[in-house]
């Protein structure tokens, strides 16, 4: 058995918004977590980036480019996994954001995230047929 990246892990410091985008993506039958800040998701990912498909962060989070250094040490640590960025500062992306990073302004919509997400998303896994 091969174990595929299914796991889509959420950051924002807006309950809200981080409860909608949790929201969404469970009915889309995606497994997700959630958090609040970079610190936390970095502690979960240093357990579970292995099963982890992508992140979806804000800019700011406690502080103004705390987003994009969580974009960056995931991109440095986990390149595999994919970065989306969110911000309602700006339409157009931050500098410094990772190359392969790529940038929703907020507001988001539901089916933008969700087409974004679904590309990198994996079968929790399948079987290897024995020849």
């Given at each position: ?56 962060t ?39 954001l ?23 998303v ?10």
């Open positions: 058995m091969v174990k595929a990246r299914s796991l889509v892990v959420v950051v924002d410091d807006e309950l809200l918004i981080r409860e909608d985008a949790l929201d969404l993506l469970r009915r889309a039958g995606i497994d997700v977590r959630g958090f609040g800040s970079a610190r936390e998701a970095l502690a979960f990912l240093r357990d579970h980036a292995g099963e982890t498909a992508a992140v979806f804000d800019v700011w989070l406690e502080t103004t480019t705390e987003g994009l250094d969580l974009a960056s040490t995931i991109n440095t640590t986990w390149p595999w996994v994919a970065l989306l960025v969110t911000s309602g500062a700006t339409a157009r992306p931050p500098t410094g990772p190359l392969k990073a790529h940038y929703l302004s907020k507001p988001w919509r539901p089916e933008q995230l969700l087409r974004l997400v679904q590309k990198y994996q079968p929790k896994c399948r079987t290897e047929n024995a020849a």
